[in-house]
């Protein structure tokens, strides 16, 4: 490989990150949800790239609008500090309006549910389903743990939010 290819290289690889991170913090919405790890990646010495981040769009309130989900997965702490997350996934965090809820880590799925009540058929709403690492529900690493998330009119809330 010759030195004006590998200087191209290199130099693409530490550009490359700031670029990325400044068009995706260019959504204020974007930047709220990011604030934390980009501030725990800079406390590191790095700059976080979220070139690679996905953001699926999709209904969380029922009011056929598409919210957003953006996963952490794919945030690399740069030039050399690493992808974000580990072992439970990715952090998620949910865009609703104007609303940025940070959601802890792990995989998800949107499920439209019905449910009966006194016979009668309710209206089918959209619950967020979070698979979680085992610790969040007291056991190990790979054991099944899941949490439901329904939008409340202001934010998703979960049974896990009640105190009885």
Known sequence: MSARFWWAGLLAVLVAPALADDAQLDDPLLATAFAESRAACAAQG???DLSAVPITR??????GEADRIVSE???FCGPDLGFLGGSGGPRLHAIIGEHVQTLGNGLWLVQEARFVSEGEEL???????VLLHGSACDSFGAAPCLIAYA???ERLISAGDFQP
């Open 58 to 63: 999709v209904d969380l309130t029922g009011n």
């Open 151 to 153: 939008w409340d009119g």
């Open 46 to 48: 790095g700059v976080l």
């Open 123 to 129: 209206d089918a709403l959209p619950y967020l389903l």
């Open 73 to 75: 997965e794919g945030a």
